[in-house]
């Protein structure tokens, strides 16, 4: 019961941080995000202290332990995979006109016999 109280003041105090931003429409820009940080970040300190928040924090642990265990592609792979992509685009987005255009020409000219002028 305690975890729900604390998980349900964090969430208070996000909400807190978000409706400080709006009221302080006046203020400097840097103020208000700075009260939606704070607000940010007292949730997230007032959330490590449940259970569900530990589990959570453990999780993105995890998580960036095996985000860098990923091999990610070189300069080159990732050219070339980007432009077999956009070739792939291009030839369809060909095909598709072709293929329109087609249909259009035989339903209106051939089938409906509405010749364009």
Do not use: N
């Not at 700075?34 to 970040?41: H, I, M, P």
């Amino acid at each position: 019961m305690a975890d729900k109280i604390k998980f349900a003041l964090a969430i208070a105090l996000l909400a807190a941080g978000v409706v400080g931003f709006y009221l302080l429409a006046e203020q400097a820009m840097i103020l208000r995000i700075l009260v939606v940080l704070v607000g940010v970040a007292a949730a997230a300190a007032l959330a490590w202290f449940t259970e569900p928040g530990q589990r959570f924090f453990v999780f993105a642990q995890e998580a960036a332990v095996e985000a860098r265990k990923v091999v990610w592609p070189t300069r080159k792979e990732t050219l070339q995979m980007t432009g077999a992509v956009f070739a792939f685009v291009v030839v369809m987005a060909i095909f598709l006109w072709v293929t329109d255009k087609s249909l259009e020409w035989a339903l209106y000219d051939l089938i409906l016999g509405w010749k364009k002028s």
